[in-house]
């Protein structure tokens, strides 16, 4: 009976001890690990839903690959036989057309590395990190990461859509005030100044509408990878709070290398997630970039603002894209070198404060046994014991100097940031880069001159 007693009291413990860790699943952190309308990424949330890319539903998913397929190759090709020129040289409609072909293209590479995302993680939270990441985190980062997402969303989308969005208006009006509009696969008897009208204002809408859900596409994308590389800059600035904490030099150590393991993990999966994208809008870019430089060089027609505009609101929103990405993997990458600086500096540091403390201890021992120097005061085993004190002092130092000489050695041979095929996107191989893209700028224009 006792027994039973106490074993019924030990359960109404536990359940009470239970009771009173239930409230710990209502806090903020966890809190932070589910995906609701009421988070952080509200705005992210919304703006794929206005852009037709929410797949939390079967209903959603079927709307955005229809979409997808109706703005990115039904309708750019409806619009392309629509409009018609009687100018002999049609270089209006030709450079029109030749602009549909790289914004189609990286709107569909963005789509399908969007939807792969989407299909393999499951959810936005996953893929930047912040499900299985933010509990871990320090208390600076959960409270920057919020104000991060909401300034990298409205400075990066906002700062190139908008502008951009105000080019490409300006250019449709003058274009279409130049042009005429058809219908498709009809003949010109069915035409009357009243259907010319309404279908030129259904083709100029279809056109806007196309070219926003193309470009809008492809910059959430590059948002998005550059949100991730921001959001992994922060816990790279938790991490370098870390060496300015004043703690046991062994313990501590450990602390910091599972820190920097885990976000070394994080950008590995990162670089292992964008690493495709980042090569197929290089590729895409290039080629469309280098093509529309040798076309329009080699065009005898006039070159002005509704000829060539197509091709400098594409080429504006391509580059600033990919620049973005481009910078967003530059910074984490020197944060990430940063690292093994700010690692060396700790070390040297703590070996100088761990050499203070040893020297002054030894002063303490030797004072202590000046002062007491007569036998009737000297134990028999004090010199003994002194002596083994500062053995084991010393051992401690020399240890603890080993393995903060083995972090730095770790850090030093870890510290790459985003990699693609194991070479790190830095300033060096952005100037690589660069240097290839204008010899080969440089070397059609040559060609260009020499066949002119």
């Known amino acids: 009976m006792e027994t039973n007693a106490a074993s019924a009291s030990d359960a109404e413990r536990g359940g009470d001890h239970q009771t009173a860790r239930v409230p710990l699943l209502l806090s903020r952190a966890y809190a932070r690990c589910k995906s609701t309308m009421n988070d952080e990424l509200k705005s992210f949330r919304v703006c794929l839903k206005c852009c037709l890319l929410d797949h939390s539903s079967l209903h959603s998913i079927v709307l955005s690959f229809s979409a997808f397929f109706l703005f990115t190759f039904i309708v750019p090709l409806a619009t392309s036989l629509s409009i018609i020129t009687n100018t002999t040289p049609s270089s209006v409609v030709s450079f029109h057309r030749l602009a549909q072909l790289p914004t189609s293209g990286l709107a569909t590479i963005a789509f399908i590395i969007f939807t792969a995302f989407i299909c393999r993680h499951g959810g936005l939270r996953r893929l930047l990190f912040l499900d299985d990441g933010m509990q871990r985190d320090t208390s600076l980062v959960r409270r920057r990461y919020a104000i991060e997402i909401n300034r990298t969303f409205r400075r990066h989308l906002a700062l190139i859509l908008l502008p951009s969005f105000s080019l490409e208006l300006a250019h449709k009006i003058v274009l279409f005030s130049s042009v005429h509009v058809r219908m498709p696969f009809f003949?010109?008897?069915?035409?009357?100044?009243?259907?010319?009208?309404?279908?030129?204002?259904?083709?100029?809408?279809?056109?806007?509408?196309?070219?926003?859900?193309r470009t809008t596409v492809f910059l959430l994308v590059c948002v998005l990878f550059r949100l991730t590389c921001e959001l992994q800059i922060l816990r790279f600035e938790g991490l370098y709070e870390m060496f300015k904490v004043d703690r046991s030099e062994v313990e501590w150590a450990e602390v910091i290398f599972k820190e920097h393991g885990r976000i070394k993990m994080q950008l590995l999966e990162t670089s292992h997630r964008y690493r495709a994208f980042l090569i197929a809008c290089m590729v895409a870019i290039t080629v469309s970039q280098l093509g529309t430089l040798i076309l329009v060089l080699s065009s005898k027609a006039r070159k002005d603002f509704c000829n060539t505009g197509d091709l400098l609101v594409c080429s504006v929103v391509q580059l600033s894209g990919f620049i973005m990405c481009l910078f967003g993997a530059a910074r984490i990458t020197h944060r990430a070198q940063r690292v093994v600086s700010i690692a060396s500096k700790w070390h040297i540091h703590m070996s100088c404060l761990s050499k203070c403390k040893h020297v002054s201890d030894s002063t303490e021992e030797d004072g202590y046994t000046s002062d007491y120097d007569h036998p009737a005061y000297q134990p028999a085993q004090h010199g003994s014991k002194a002596s083994n004190n500062m053995q084991l002092s010393s051992m401690e130092v020399t240890a603890a100097?080993?393995?903060?000489?083995?972090?730095?050695?770790?850090?030093?041979?870890?510290?790459?940031?985003?990699?693609?095929?194991?070479?790190?996107l830095d300033r060096g191989l952005l100037h690589t880069m660069f240097a290839f893209e204008m010899t080969l700028v440089l070397w059609i224009l040559s060609k260009v001159v020499v066949l002119s």
């Open 401 to 424: 100097s080993s393995i903060r000489q083995a972090l730095v050695t770790y850090l030093h041979y870890n510290s790459g940031g985003i990699t693609i095929f194991g070479f790190a």
């Open 187 to 213: 003949t010109d008897a069915l035409h009357n100044i009243n259907y010319d009208v309404s279908w030129r204002a259904v083709v100029f809408l279809l056109v806007l509408a196309s070219w926003i859900y």
